[in-house]
């Protein structure tokens, strides 16, 4: 893995076979994320028609250097008539887990999406044993709601998850003129390889 910044890009059509591996490898998606086998074509399919990116939702990809390391996603969670906020999740290749990578790619898309989106909260669900996920959103700054029962059917049971948000004003009033500057830390800037 290359020690550059962590950055995020859009897809491009080149990175749909990483993509597909985790549709397709159990050993890609982690022990929380196998699901069963899909369809690795509806990557593809949906690239073709959006590029995926969309006001729905999108992905883009977690790069450091020339190295792809997995993706970001966000969808729309409509909250009312009137409102919406958005889930996140990150994906990352077992060569990019427990190094900070994931951390730091919700940290880049949710300034991201309150960058570019009239949001105030963003959400984010993890298994109850995942406690590696929890710790990374906690990092990035979300706050622990609650737990949602029986939310997640993998490897034969239904799994408990943990709901996370974080809200517009929390990045707000967590800012300092120091953790703007890039590699300065924090939410505002922070670097890792």
């Not at 990150?90 to 190094?99: F, K, N, P, Y």
């Amino acid at each position: 893995m290359s020690d550059d910044a962590v950055i995020l890009r859009p897809v491009a059509e080149d990175d749909l076979p990483v993509l597909e591996r985790f549709l397709t490898d159990p050993e890609a998606t982690g022990p929380f994320q196998w699901l069963g086998w899909s369809d690795p074509g509806r990557w593809r399919r949906r690239w073709a028609q959006d590029g995926l990116l969309s006001d729905e939702g999108g992905q883009l990809m977690v790069v450091t250097g020339a190295d792809r390391l997995g993706f970001v996603a966000w969808r729309k969670v409509v909250t009312s008539r009137s409102s919406y906020c958005w889930n996140i999740g990150a994906q990352l290749l077992s060569e990019a887990r427990g190094r900070g990578v994931g951390t730091q790619a919700q940290r880049l898309l949710t300034r991201y999406l309150f960058a570019h989106t009239p949001v105030v909260r963003l959400e984010a669900d993890t298994e109850m044993g995942n406690v590696a996920e929890q710790r990374a959103l906690e990092k990035s700054g979300f706050t622990r709601e609650g737990v949602l029962r029986s939310t997640v059917f993998r490897d034969g049971q239904w799994r408990d998850v943990v709901r996370y948000s974080l809200l517009r004003d929390d990045i707000a009033s967590a800012r300092s003129p120091a953790s703007d500057r890039p590699g300065a830390g924090g939410a505002g800037g922070e670097r890792t390889a």
